[in-house]
């Protein structure tokens, strides 16, 4: 029993000091590798949208749900619009948020590095700008609102940056006459009459734009030049309301309306997880895929506006969709998987070609004991045939026994001891050639 322990202590001795410069390399290589792997996606992230009241906050909490669904926590947080969501997403403040098209200036050079630390996921759906007024008169052109009472939303809100460009386009100064109101707050005053008109730049589906659609009284306007708008404002996109399409009994609108629209874009900081960039895109699709008012199916998500660079993560997306292992496999798991394949490719890439050495380096250090017997034995044998002296005749035999002896005592892995018994068998080889010598002096 303990011969079969010593055996085995013995096997693995030699397996060591065969295999520890494969772990040293294959340490390296784990070292080295893990430098390129990405730690693990965070489990909340914050999304900054608009009003409560607004199709951001409204869009938010659908992809909350499906995030959800996912182990991951979206927290939607509200803000006054567009220009707040930009500050918190440059402060850290939110990691992800709903910015319209236009509030960015896109870069005069397109080859001009970025610096603002922050990434488009890509245009989501279209947002009308709908200019709800009140009286009989029908109105197109914005030049018919002067000396009127217009709210056009709140302080950091995309709506008022907007409403201010194209109110100066069309010569309106600012003045008292323009209230900060946005939202249902707008509505409301709309309603009463203690305001004339009110930007409102929301989805079609939106709470406010629904309200205001279905007031009676409350008319919206249709651009007669919104295609002078389009090329004035080229971040603008001329859309038409159908003839009927909001309500197919009452017949409303009863004729198309033209309407402008900037996109939502959903920016993201540049430092967001790759993995949750492509679990937001899956959620965007989800939500905004279907066919709409103004969109066709399939049109969104798209990287419609260039004010910010597109993330290389949704350059991806919209090039193939979810990786392959998002496609089959539990959004965590898929991001495991994902991590251990940059980590273990590199080192399997070293191990298949040393594992392939690995066993003749073995084979030789166990056979390296033998040889140097071997090589003794051979230096002999030359000795006894070229320059037999019979007066060294103990010295032979001491020589012989010496090697018959290492031999007997060599510990070598059971499947190599065939090499000793063959050694042996050749020291007694070498001795029956000295008794020859001897019987001939």
């Given at each position: 029993?303990?011969?079969?322990?010593?055996?085995?202590?013995?096997?693995?001795?030699?397996?060591?000091?065969?295999?520890?410069?494969?772990?040293?390399?294959?340490?390296?290589?784990?070292?080295?590798?893990?430098?390129?792997?990405?730690?693990?996606?965070?489990?909340?992230?914050?999304?900054?949208?608009?009003?409560?009241?607004?199709?951001?906050?409204?869009?938010?909490?659908?992809?909350?749900?499906?995030?959800?669904?996912?182990?991951?926590?979206?927290?939607?947080?509200?803000?006054?619009?567009?220009?707040?969501?930009?500050?918190?997403?440059?402060?850290?403040?939110?990691?992800?948020?709903?910015?319209?098209?236009?509030?960015?200036?896109?870069?005069?050079?397109?080859?001009?590095?970025?610096?603002?630390?922050?990434?488009?996921?890509?245009?989501?759906?279209?947002?009308p700008v709908w200019v709800f007024y009140r009286g009989d008169k029908r109105l197109e052109r914005l030049t018919e609102l002067r000396g009127k009472r217009i709210a056009?939303?709140?302080?950091?809100?995309?709506?008022?940056?907007?409403?201010?460009?194209?109110?100066?386009?069309?010569?309106?100064?600012?003045?008292?006459?323009?209230?900060?109101?946005?939202?249902?707050?707008?509505?409301?005053?709309?309603?009463?009459?203690?305001?004339?008109?009110?930007?409102?730049?929301?989805?079609?589906?939106?709470?406010?734009?629904?309200?205001?659609?279905?007031?009676?009284?409350?008319?919206?306007?249709?651009?007669?030049?919104?295609?002078?708008?389009?090329?004035?404002?080229?971040?603008?996109?001329?859309?038409?309301?159908?003839?009927?399409?909001?309500?197919?009994?009452?017949?409303?609108?009863?004729?198309?309306?033209k309407v402008l629209a900037p996109t939502a874009n959903l920016i993201v900081r540049d430092d967001l997880h790759p993995a949750l960039q492509s679990l937001l895109l899956?959620?965007?699709?989800?939500?905004?895929?279907?066919?709409?008012?103004?969109?066709?199916?399939?049109?969104?998500?798209?990287?419609?506006?260039?004010?910010?660079?597109?993330?290389?993560?949704?350059?991806?997306?919209?090039?193939?969709?979810?990786?392959?292992?998002?496609?089959?496999?539990?959004?965590?798991?898929?991001?495991?998987?994902?991590?251990?394949?940059?980590?273990?490719?590199?080192?399997?890439?070293?191990?298949?070609?040393?594992?392939?050495?690995?066993?003749?380096?073995?084979?030789?250090r166990v056979r390296s004991k033998v040889f140097r017997c071997y090589g003794e034995l051979k230096f002999l044998e030359e000795d006894l045939k070229h320059h037999f002296?019979?007066?060294?005749?103990?010295?032979?035999?001491?020589?012989?026994?010496?090697?018959?002896?290492?031999?007997?005592?060599?510990?070598?892995?059971?499947?190599?001891?065939?090499?000793?018994?063959?050694?042996?068998?050749?020291?007694?080889?070498?001795?029956?050639?000295?008794?020859?010598?001897?019987?001939?002096?």
């Amino acid at each position: 029993m303990m011969a079969k322990i010593k055996a085995g202590l013995l096997s693995l001795r030699d397996l060591f000091a065969t295999a520890w410069w494969i772990i040293l390399i294959v340490g390296i290589g784990f070292v080295v590798a893990y430098q390129f792997v990405q730690p693990a996606p965070p489990s909340r992230i914050v999304i900054t949208t608009g009003s409560d009241s607004g199709a951001y906050y409204q869009f938010a909490n659908r992809y909350a749900a499906i995030l959800a669904r996912n182990g991951v926590t979206l927290e939607v947080k509200t803000s006054a619009g567009s220009l707040e969501n930009l500050a918190r997403l440059k402060n850290d403040e939110a990691q992800v948020g709903f910015v319209q098209g236009g509030v960015v200036e896109p870069k005069a050079d397109q080859d001009e590095e970025d610096d603002s630390g922050l990434l488009s996921l890509g245009s989501m759906f279209y947002e009308p700008v709908w200019v709800f007024y009140r009286g009989d008169k029908r109105l197109e052109r914005l030049t018919e609102l002067r000396g009127k009472r217009i709210a056009i939303g709140q302080e950091g809100s995309g709506v008022r940056q907007l409403a201010q460009q194209l109110l100066s386009a069309n010569e309106i100064p600012t003045g008292d006459q323009l209230v900060a109101l946005s939202g249902l707050k707008a509505a409301e005053e709309l309603q009463q009459g203690r305001i004339d008109a009110a930007f409102i730049i929301a989805a079609e589906k939106a709470p406010v734009v629904q309200v205001l659609l279905r007031s009676p009284g409350i008319k919206v306007m249709s651009f007669a030049q919104a295609g002078a708008y389009q090329r004035r404002f080229p971040f603008l996109t001329k859309l038409t309301f159908p003839h009927g399409v909001a309500d197919l009994v009452r017949d409303f609108p009863p004729e198309d309306i033209k309407v402008l629209a900037p996109t939502a874009n959903l920016i993201v900081r540049d430092d967001l997880h790759p993995a949750l960039q492509s679990l937001l895109l899956q959620a965007a699709s989800e939500v905004h895929g279907k066919s709409g008012f103004f969109q066709d199916a399939g049109e969104f998500p798209a990287y419609k506006d260039q004010m910010l660079p597109l993330s290389p993560n949704a350059a991806r997306y919209y090039k193939s969709g979810p990786s392959f292992l998002q496609r089959y496999l539990p959004f965590w798991l898929a991001v495991l998987v994902d991590r251990l394949i940059v980590l273990l490719v590199p080192i399997v890439a070293l191990l298949i070609p040393l594992l392939k050495i690995a066993p003749a380096i073995y084979t030789w250090r166990v056979r390296s004991k033998v040889f140097r017997c071997y090589g003794e034995l051979k230096f002999l044998e030359e000795d006894l045939k070229h320059h037999f002296d019979a007066a060294k005749l103990a010295d032979y035999r001491s020589r012989l026994d010496t090697l018959d002896e290492e031999a007997s005592q060599l510990r070598v892995p059971l499947g190599y001891t065939d090499l000793v018994y063959t050694l042996r068998e050749h020291v007694n080889l070498v001795r029956h050639i000295l008794d020859k010598k001897e019987s001939q002096a």
